[in-house]
């Protein structure tokens, strides 16, 4: 009788859910981001879901990655496609960028090799007003990584950029260029590219000039 009222006890329990994510330390993020199918993000012990790319962002990237590719054939710069992530120098921040330049070799965390933390320039695509705020965000814990020149964000949906560059004294400078006759410009490693190029694969080339 006693085991029976035991186990109709534990058939009542009410169970509290879980959290499924709350603050957790850089080290019990790359664990469970390493073994989880989709892409997470780590900004100051928050876990943000990496957006999935859309048409657009991936037609941009590939333009860009193709034309980058080409000219830093026989350079000593490199670029890496999505999927690497960077890491800040403080530990505060884990993202997937859309496009990674760096001089030199790569410099890894760990022997998993697939966080760098040498970055020289990073892009993202965005496609809406609400990611590029949350890119300014990112930006933040971006710049507290030693070797970063540039961070550049691209519009998705609209003929449009904006370029962040450290200046000579360390200070960081914001600048938009916008319209067909824009340009994509990476100082640090002397690349121009129309924005008529960059976009001439995505559904905007007819309507956003």
């Known amino acids: 009788?006693?085991?029976?009222?035991?186990?109709?006890?534990?058939?009542?329990?009410?169970?509290?859910?879980?959290?499924?994510?709350?603050?957790?330390?850089?080290?019990?993020?790359?664990?469970?981001?390493?073994?989880?199918?989709?892409?997470y993000e780590y900004l100051d012990g928050r876990v943000v879901k990496k957006r999935r790319a859309s048409q657009n962002n991936i037609e941009i990237n590939s333009v860009l990655l193709g034309e980058i590719f080409q000219y830093l054939k026989d350079k000593p710069s490199r670029a890496y496609p999505p999927g690497m992530k960077v890491m800040s120098i403080d530990r505060k921040s884990f993202s997937y960028p859309d496009m990674i330049i760096f001089g030199g070799d790569p410099m890894m965390v760990d022997f998993e090799r697939d966080t760098m933390v040498n970055p020289g320039v990073l892009v993202d695509i965005f496609s809406n007003e609400t990611e590029l705020n949350d890119l300014e965000e990112k930006f933040k814990y971006y710049q507290r990584i030693p070797t970063l020149?540039?961070?550049?964000?691209?519009?998705?949906?609209?003929?449009?950029?904006?370029?962040?560059?450290?200046?000579?004294?360390?200070?960081?400078?914001?600048?938009d260029i916008s319209g067909s006759k824009g340009e994509l410009t990476i100082q640090e490693i002397g690349f121009t590219l129309s924005f008529e190029k960059l976009y001439s694969n995505t559904t905007i080339w007819h309507f956003n000039k």
Request: proline share 8%; charged share 40%; glycine share 2%.
């Open 1 to 39: 009788m006693e085991n029976k009222n035991n186990e109709q006890g534990k058939e009542n329990e009410v169970k509290e859910p879980a959290l499924k994510f709350n603050y957790i330390s850089p080290d019990e993020f790359l664990e469970m981001e390493r073994t989880s199918p989709p892409r």
């Open 149 to 175: 020149r540039e961070y550049i964000m691209i519009d998705s949906w609209r003929w449009h950029a904006r370029f962040k560059r450290q200046q000579p004294n360390r200070e960081w400078r914001s600048y």
